[in-house]
T-cell receptor, first 114, second 117 residues
Framework: AQKITQTQPGMFVQEKEAVTLDCTYD???????LFWYKQPSSGEMIFLIY??????QNATEGRYSLNFQKARKSANLVISASQLGDSAMYFC???????????FGTGTSLTVIP | GAVVSQHPSWVICKSGTSVKIECRSL??????MFWYRQFPKQSLMLMAT?????????EQGVEKDKFLINHASLTLSTLTVTSAHPEDSSFYIC?????????????FGQGTRLTVV
């Protein structure tokens, strides 16, 4: 079974609007971490935000916030006030297991429209 | 933030030759580094976990004799693609995590685009 599922291959958002990128995960480990990374066309992976499985509050980092719903096993990324530079691939990832490996979803391609 | 440097950024090699990719943590020590492979418009697939001073742990389906990993120090891991073939052409990216804190995010190198002709 897929550990991380991103069901939106592509998303479009108007500049200055907010957008939500979906992510669901599957794990039986009580301790895990959820991450979002941005990958522009240049290829580097840019860390955006982290949510620990025991964190009570949703994580926020500037314009990024993570809507963590533990019972639903979802960790959606919300980008507020979209900018043209936000156009990129976005990957949801989970860290779990004794080796703390990262597992990535299939990604969502976000395009911000002027 | 922490910096991970990957070299080279891109490489073109002839079929049958070997290519070495380096992954260095510049400002922290990393007991564990990870190697991923990414095909165009697809996700990162974990190939192996590189542990300093011990053998790498390979994911199912990854040929350990083809993708040689060496983690000789706390700041350097190398991936050698042996006897490369055109189907090995891909984007390879490494990541590392600071030794002191296992709960931080992984920091990624810039990636290496390998083309085998």
């Amino acid at each position: 079974a897929q550990k991380i599922t991103q069901t939106q291959p592509g998303m479009f958002v108007q500049e200055k609007e907010a957008v939500t990128l979906d992510c669901t995960y599957d794990t039986s480990d009580p301790s895990y971490g959820l991450f979002w990374y941005k990958q522009p066309s240049s290829g580097e992976m840019i860390f955006l935000i982290y949510q620990g499985s025991y964190d009570q509050q949703n994580a926020t980092e500037g314009r990024y916030s993570l809507n963590f719903q533990k019972a639903r096993k979802s960790a959606n990324l919300v980008i507020s006030a979209s900018q043209l530079g936000d156009s990129a691939m976005y990957f949801c990832a989970m860290r779990e297991g004794p080796g703390n490996q990262f597992y990535f979803g299939t990604g969502t391609s976000l395009t911000v429209i002027p | 933030g922490a910096v991970v440097s990957q070299h080279p950024s891109w490489v073109i090699c002839k079929s049958g030759t070997s290519v070495k990719i380096e992954c260095r943590s510049l400002d922290f020590q990393a007991t564990t580094m990870f190697w991923y492979r990414q095909f165009p418009k697809q996700s990162l697939m974990l190939m192996a976990t590189s542990n300093e001073g011990s053998k790498a742990t390979y994911e199912q389906g990854v040929e350990k004799d083809k993708f040689l990993i060496n983690h000789a120090s706390l700041t350097l891991s190398t991936l050698t693609v042996t006897s490369a073939h055109p189907e090995d052409s891909s984007f390879y990216i490494c990541s590392a995590r600071p030794r002191e804190d296992m709960n931080t995010e992984a920091f990624f190198g810039q990636g290496t685009r390998l083309t085998v002709v």
